[in-house]
């Protein structure tokens, strides 16, 4: 079984950059479309991006052009480079993964707080 642990979250001026890691345990993620979901108080759980196996990417249109999300399978880690960061993306940004012929997410990490101050 895959164990998803994330950081890299904090405190971020409006306008400003953060780096999202996802490190995967237990066994490898090559064979998973991994993605970054993020849960703001009141809010649907919204996914912000994914990326499949063969490195295909699809972002929600919020993000687009500001947000990129990327895997290193080498080192069994997912990433979400974070750019021009606004006060709405504040929120617990968690990653997820989902094996090859799955319809849904079945690993999850327990998440990091973004927090953008404006």
């Known amino acids: 079984q895959v164990q998803l642990v994330e950081s890299g979250g904090g405190l971020v001026q409006a306008g400003g950059s953060l780096r999202l890691s996802c490190a995967a345990s237990?066994?490898?993620?090559?064979?998973?479309?991994m993605a970054w979901y993020r849960q703001a108080p009141e809010k649907q759980r919204e996914r912000v991006a994914s990326?499949?196996?063969?490195?295909?990417?699809n972002y929600a249109d919020s993000v687009k052009g500001r947000f990129t999300i990327s895997r290193d399978n080498a080192k069994n880690t997912v990433y979400l480079q974070m750019n021009s960061l606004k006060p709405e993306d504040t929120a617990v940004y968690l990653c997820?993964?989902?094996?090859?012929?799955?319809?849904?997410?079945?690993?999850w990490g327990q998440g990091t707080q973004v927090t953008v101050s404006s």
């Open positions: 997820a993964g989902r094996r090859i012929g799955s319809l849904q997410y079945s690993v």
């Open positions: 237990g066994r490898t993620i090559d064979g998973y479309t």
């Open positions: 990326i499949t196996s063969g490195g295909n990417t």
